[in-house]
Every structure is written in C-alpha cells, then in structure tokens.
Antibody, heavy 120, light 108 residues
C-alpha cells in the first residue's frame, strides 16, 4: 500500500525557514517524479514544486522560485522541501504527491498534508 | 499560465441525482492532459479521472469524464452520500500545471 507521510510543518515568522519532509513507502520511490502541492485557507490547490525520480530535474512555481528548494534522498525514500524567506502568503497545507506514471502529473497518491503557518 | 475555470462554484443536489461539473481552460488542452480530483473535508485529494476520461484505479463507474479543447465535464451518474465533496480539475499540458478553483458539491 502506498503511503506518504509529511512532517515538518508548524508556525514560523515572516522571513523564517522550515523544512518539510515526506516519508514514502509501498512503491519504488526512485522510479517516480514527486511534487509538493499546497492549499491555502479558503483557496484551491496550487502546484509548488516537482522533482524527477533521480533528483536531476527540479521545477518551481514562480511564487516560490529562489526561496524554496525541493530535494529527495532515494536511499531513505524521503522527499524534502526547504522553505526559506517565508511570507504570509505561504501559509497553507502542503501535500506531498506521487506521479501516476511518467513525468509528474497527474498525481495518484497524496499525503494527508502538513500545515505551515507564517505569521508575526 | 492556463487559467482553469470551474462552474458552478457550488452545486446542491440530493443523493441519487446526477451531477454535472464543468471545467473550462483558458487555452485549448489536449485531452490527454486533463485530470479531476475529489477532496473530502480534512482528507487528501483523490485522483478520479486522468487523460480527460480514464478512471483511476478503484474509482466507481458512476464517475465519468468527457470533453476536449476548452470544455470538459465530470459527471457523477447517481450521487452517493460519500460523493459530496470538493472537486478540482487540473491541466498538466503546459507549465505551470494549474488547478481550477473547485466546485463544492453539497447535499440539498
């Protein structure tokens, strides 16, 4: 059974940093592209970042480019999102997402999400 | 960026009725790159339909997707109590991938 378990969310002040993790199990992690998708309070889903199975390719939404870094450790079956220079508009629940097949989308499995709150 | 417009924003129906949800991309989307997701309160999204009309694993056949270009539809033929949720469409043809704002399907 595929499982994705996010951690690392919490409260941080504007300008601060957080590192999200996503522990994956139930599939061959290194074979699949992975993504982070967020949902801000009262809003819809927003793609944040994606990384290839090998980790050699990364992609970012313009809203987080230069501030967030996606990475993965295939030996630990874990996906990461390093979030720096946090802004109030980054407040959201962040979901770890596994690609259905090749590329990054559609997503066939999602974690339950981890909540990030950026506020002074 | 491709803007995905979903309608209606909220749809009030009763169990047993048929639901029709619309998704209109601002640019033409090849059918192979359109997905639908369902999200229950407090839960992770779930993939329902990909490539516009292919049901994901384990999705009941009362869910169906159709459409092409700039007009796509998710149909739920006969609503079950567990179908009342928020539904999102997504295009993954053009970077950045984008989602619609969602249609909330509520019990009438």
């Amino acid at each position: 059974e595929v499982q994705l378990l996010e951690s690392g969310g919490g409260w941080e002040q504007p300008g601060g940093s957080l590192r999200l993790s996503c522990a994956a199990s139930g599939f061959t992690f290194s074979t699949y592209g992975m993504s982070w998708v967020r949902r801000a309070p009262g809003k819809g889903l927003e793609w944040v970042s994606s990384i290839s199975g090998s980790g050699g390719e990364t992609h970012y939404a313009e809203s987080v480019k230069g501030r967030f870094t996606i990475s993965r450790d295939n030996s630990k079956n874990t996906l990461y999102l390093q979030m720096n220079s946090l802004r109030a508009e980054d407040t959201a629940r962040y979901y770890c997402a596994k690609a259905h097949s090749s590329d990054y989308f559609p997503v066939d499995y999602w974690g339950q999400g981890t909540l990030v709150t950026v506020s002074s | 960026e491709v803007v995905m417009t979903q309608s209606p924003g909220t749809l009030s129906l009763s169990p047993g009725e048929r639901a029709t949800l619309s998704c209109r991309p601002s640019q033409s989307i090849t059918s192979s790159y359109l997905a639908w997701y369902q999200q229950q309160p407090g839960q992770a999204p779930r993939l329902l339909i990909y490539a516009a009309s292919s049901r994901a694993t384990g999705i009941p056949d009362r869910f169906s997707g159709s459409g092409s270009g700039t007009d796509f539809t998710l149909t739920i033929s006969r609503l079950e109590p567990e179908d009342f949720a928020v539904y999102y469409c997504q295009q993954y043809l053009t970077a950045p991938v984008t989602f619609g704002q969602g249609t909330k399907l509520e019990i009438k």
